[in-house]
């Protein structure tokens, strides 16, 4: 590295210029291919660079000053004086050359300095200011940085740092979303806060939430929806029946119903196990129940999304016990248990037929 660095310094057997406007900068054929890939092609095939022994760059806001922090990287493996400004600059010319350890320097220091960073991505956001990727969401263009979607999310991170259409286009059109949605999953990103909560909006968070596998954001809706179970009965239940924003089914025989992540995880642990990691369910949105027949399974949905069962028996007690068990619904449970303590007489017969 020292010696490097010196090479660098002194521009002793330099062989290659990078210019930006009046500025050049003489560097090393070897070491830009050694530790860059685009350089690698760049400088081994037939093309104008390779002929001149220059390049020049135009396409970034790239001040002499970001280059030669870039360069300073690429001879000494480190960087100095780090800024929410200069983190997000290097990222982007950092992706155009693929140098995949200064993206993830980046990234790293995105993620250890959260707090203080939250006002500078905040403006950063609003201003446009050296973005380098587009949200297209219907007609409208939503500008943002590579870097803040890699930090936040591992869907962007592979996204962005592979061969996909998206990432060579530097644009991905989101169709399954409405634009405010996606603005206010955009704003916690950048700004790590969700305003004016509502039932609907959690649903619809919680599901983009989930695609994009922004795990904090997913958390948040749980326990939006955690606090606020009494203002939340009647659209909650409105959303049910309506199967409005569904994202997941349930399938039992030759029925599907249409439910939410968000209220199976928020109320049942067995639900936001299966529903936040890489189980079969949660790739293909869809659990098949084959254990239990259509009407306790709704009756169990109903639960969930409305706090009550209505026209309890005794045969319905103990199978809705058994599945209120099976997914840790443990309020429903002791709803089941009350019921039989409070009719034992009238469950005698029934409960007999069971054992018989």
């Not at 092609?41 to 806001?61: G, Q, S, V, Y």
């Not at 119903?257 to 949105?285: G, P, Q, W, Y």
């Not at 169990?300 to 099976?326: N, R």
């Amino acid at each position: 590295m020292d010696d490097l660095q010196h090479m660098y310094t002194s521009q002793m057997f330099s062989d290659f210029t990078l210019k930006v406007g009046d500025e050049e900068l003489k560097v090393h054929k070897l070491i830009l291919c050694a530790r860059s890939s685009v350089f690698n092609t760049m400088l081994n095939c037939d093309m104008k660079e390779n002929r001149t022994n220059c390049l020049e760059i135009t396409d970034f806001d790239t001040s002499i000053v970001n280059l030669k922090t870039m360069i300073h990287y690429i001879y000494c493996g480190q960087v100095q004086d780090f800024s929410p400004e200069l983190s997000i600059k290097l990222y982007s010319i950092a992706d155009k050359y693929n140098l995949q350890d200064l993206k993830d320097i980046c990234v790293e220091y995105i993620l250890e300095n959260p707090d203080s960073l939250m006002d500078d991505l905040q403006h950063m956001y609003t201003s446009q200011m050296f973005s380098d990727f587009t949200l297209k969401v219907g007609d409208e263009e939503l500008k943002v940085h590579k870097l803040i979607l890699c930090a936040r999310s591992s869907v962007f991170n592979t996204m962005l740092n592979c061969d996909m259409k998206e990432n060579r286009n530097n644009c991905l059109e989101i169709t399954d979303f409405d634009t405010s949605i996606v603005k206010t999953m955009i704003h916690y990103i950048y700004c790590g806060h969700v305003q004016d909560f509502s039932p609907e909006l959690s649903i619809k968070l919680y599901s983009i939430a989930d695609k994009y596998n922004l795990q904090d954001l997913k958390d948040i809706c749980v326990e939006y929806i955690l606090e606020n179970p009494d203002s939340l009965m009647d659209d909650l239940q409105h959303m049910y029946t309506s199967q409005m924003f569904s994202d997941f089914t349930l399938k039992v025989f030759d029925e599907e119903l249409k439910v939410h992540k968000l209220i199976l995880c928020a109320r049942s642990s067995i639900f936001n196990t299966m529903l936040n990691c890489d189980m079969k369910e949660n790739r293909t949105n869809c659990l098949e129940i084959t254990d239990f027949d259509t009407s306790i399974v709704k009756t169990m949905i109903h639960y969930i999304y409305c706090g009550q069962v209505q026209d309890f028996s005794p045969e319905l007690s103990i199978k809705l016990y058994s599945i209120a068990d099976k997914y840790n619904l443990q309020d429903l449970k002791d709803i089941c248990v009350e019921y039989i303590l409070e009719n034992p007489d009238s469950l005698m017969d029934d409960l007999q037929q069971y054992v018989h």
